[in-house]
Each structure stands twice: as structure tokens, then as C-alpha cells.
């Protein structure tokens, strides 16, 4: 029986700097997961924070979800070691298929009110994030990107917090299509 849909983990990191090819780069992608209530408010949430807002962050891009079943994929074929926050996720959600959801879509967490927007599309932060340089194209070969949501109301959410759907577009532009829009292979090839 599928778990009914839930915040597993509220995730926050703070911008570093890292070493990357001989040169030193900043990153948010470092997340952890943290204890008790978060606000979520403007475009982020309180003790989080994007180094390149431009790429990162911003209203489309305010949170990042990432599904408990994609990473037992990555654990169980892959080899990872997972973790909450590994990828840079805000929310570790449970019992939801974010390939599936649609853009559009939107979710009551705790008092907030959340909105898909688009899917992950991973740079070489991800691969730093990994110790693996090649790990964005295996992540973006996996087909699991998770969500990137907007905030429509401000709130609060904590570990526990179920996750409602509360309105589905009838499009059927799901996260899957955008990502398969953009770098399905099969695409590329013209086939």
C-alpha cells in the first residue's frame, strides 16, 4: 500500500564556498534537515539560501521537492548513499510521483500553499554536491528531476506535514514531459 503523501524532512543550507577544478565556486546546495517548524515566505525558506539566483532560487524555483521513492532508486540501482537534503532538496516528500505532477498543480503543506512549476534541471553543482563530475548526466538519464515548486502562500511546514493536492490542471503537462521536452535522448536523436 502506497504512503499517503507527506513532508518526510525540512531541508536548509547556507551558501559555501567549495573548491571546484582549481578554482572556488559558491553553492546552496548543501542541504540538512532540520527539526521543528520552517517558515516559508518571498522565495525561500527561513535559514535557506541559493548562490546564483539567476539559475537557482527565485519565484519559479522558490523550493525544490525530491521524492523518498526516487531516492530508493538511487540507492537500491545505483549504489548511493542517501540522504535527506542530498540532492539540494527542500522537502523530502513521501508518496507523491513528482514525474507526475503537473505543472500547475498545487499543494497545501502545513499553512503554505505550494505550486509545481518545473522540473530540476541539475549543473555541475550537483556533481561537486556528488564528488562524481558526471553525476548530472546520470541524474538527468535517471529521469527522476523532482519538482521545483512556487510559494502562493506564505506559511510554515515541518517533517510529518501531510502534502494535499488540492488542484490539478487538466493540461497534462507533467514534469516527465517538460524534462522529456528538453533532454530525453531519444529527442535528440530525432526518433
Known amino acids: 500500500m502506497a504512503a499517503a503523501p507527506r513532508v518526510t524532512s525540512v531541508n536548509v543550507g547556507a551558501v559555501r564556498e567549495v ?13 540538512s534537515p532540520v527539526a521543528g517548524r520552517v517558515a516559508i515566505r518571498g522565495v525561500n525558506l527561513d ?19 525530491y521524492a523518498l521513492e526516487d531516492y530508493d532508486f538511487w540507492h537500491e540501482r545505483a549504489g548511493v548513499d542517501v540522504q535527506a537534503g542530498l540532492f539540494g532538496e527542500n522537502l523530502t516528500v513521501e508518496g507523491l510521483d513528482l514525474a507526475s505532477a503537473l505543472a500547475g498543480e498545487r499543494w497545501s503543506v502545513g499553512t503554505t500553499l505550494l505550486e509545481v512549476a518545473q522540473p530540476r534541471m541539475p549543473c555541475y553543482k550537483l556533481g561537486i554536491r556528488m564528488g562524481d563530475p558526471g553525476f548530472p548526466r546520470r541524474f538527468l538519464d535517471a529521469a527522476r ?12 511546514v ?3 506535514d501531510p502534502v494535499l493536492v488540492t488542484s490539478r490542471p487538466t493540461h497534462g503537462v507533467t ?16 526518433a
Do not use: C, N
Request: cysteine-free.
Open 19 to 31: 573548491l571546484w577544478r582549481g578554482r572556488r565556486v559558491t553553492t546552496g546546495i548543501w542541504k
Open 175 to 190: 514534469m516527465r514531459a517538460m524534462w522529456e521536452a528538453r533532454f530525453d535522448p531519444r529527442r535528440r536523436r530525432g
Open 158 to 160: 515541518g517533517a510529518g
Open 145 to 156: 528531476p523532482g519538482a521545483y515548486l512556487r510559494i502562493v502562500r506564505d506559511g510554515d
Open 47 to 65: 535559514g535557506d539560501d541559493q548562490a546564483d539566483r539567476s539559475v537557482h532560487g527565485g519565484p519559479d524555483k522558490a523550493v525544490y521537492a
